[in-house]
């Protein structure tokens, strides 16, 4: 069975650093390009930031690009999402999200985590 | 970036009814569509992918088609499970983007 695990959101002042996790297991983690979509409360999907399956290519959408930083450590099975200077309208809930075939950049995804509700507010 | 716009935002349905939703690119996306559901307080769900094929063990009475940049999504005959809210997503090339979502209510 494939799960992501996320953890690591909480409440945090504007200006402030987050790191959330998401935790794999039930795939072959290395194989997968992976993602971290948002959603503010009562609002749609926004793409954050995805990672190829061998860290080689990475992007970000304009509304983080210089302060939030993607990782992966293949070795624990795990994605990381850096969050630096943080602002109110970073506020959210954080999914981190598998993309479906192996070793691909058709980026659609087929499981997400639980999601990760980040906070910015003093 | 590629703009998608979804329509409608909001649609009241019955059991029963046909229902169709578009999705339109704002410059050709080739195939690279997909569709998701998601229900309060869950994650969404994948239903169909390169703008037609349906996802692994999602019922038949979902559908998608189109190309370029015109999409539609199809419910054949709405289930009581189906009362959510939908997006498309595409994947041409990044930013990856989203519709606005279409909220299916039962009327």
């Known amino acids: 069975e494939v799960l992501l695990v996320q953890s690591g959101g909480g409440l945090v002042e504007p200006g402030g650093s987050l790191r959330l996790s998401c935790a794999a297991s039930?795939?072959?983690?290395?194989?997968?390009?992976m993602h971290w979509v948002r959603q503010a409360p009562g609002k749609g999907l926004e793409w954050v930031s995805g990672?190829?399956?061998?860290?080689?290519?990475?992007g970000y959408a304009d509304s983080v690009k210089g302060r939030f930083t993607i990782s992966r450590d293949n070795a624990k099975n795990s994605l990381y999402l850096q969050m630096n200077s943080l602002r109110a309208e970073d506020t959210a809930l954080y999914y981190c999200?598998?993309?479906?075939?192996?070793?691909?950049?058709?980026?659609?995804?087929?499981?997400w985590g639980q999601g990760s509700l980040v906070t910015v507010s003093s | 970036d590629i703009q998608m716009t979804q329509s409608p935002s909001t649609l009241s349905a019955s059991v029963g009814d046909r229902v169709t939703i578009t999705c339109r690119a704002s410059?050709?996306?080739?195939?690279?569509l997909a569709w998701y559901q998601q229900k309060p307080g869950k994650a969404p769900n994948l239903l169909i992918y390169?703008?037609?094929s349906l996802q692994s063990g999602v019922p038949s009475r979902f559908s998608g088609s189109g190309s370029g940049t015109g999409f539609t999504f199809t419910i054949s005959s709405l289930q009581p499970d189906d009362f959510a809210t939908y997006y498309c997503?595409?994947?041409?090339?990044?930013?990856?983007?989203f519709g606005g979502g279409t909220q299916v209510e039962i009327k």
């Open positions: 999200a598998k993309v479906r075939l192996r070793h691909s950049s058709s980026w659609y995804f087929d499981y």
């Open positions: 039930g795939f072959t983690f290395d194989d997968h390009a």
């Open positions: 990672i190829s399956w061998n860290s080689g290519s990475i």
């Open positions: 410059q050709s996306i080739s195939s690279w």
């Open positions: 390169k703008a037609s």
């Open positions: 997503q595409q994947y041409d090339s990044y930013p990856l983007t």
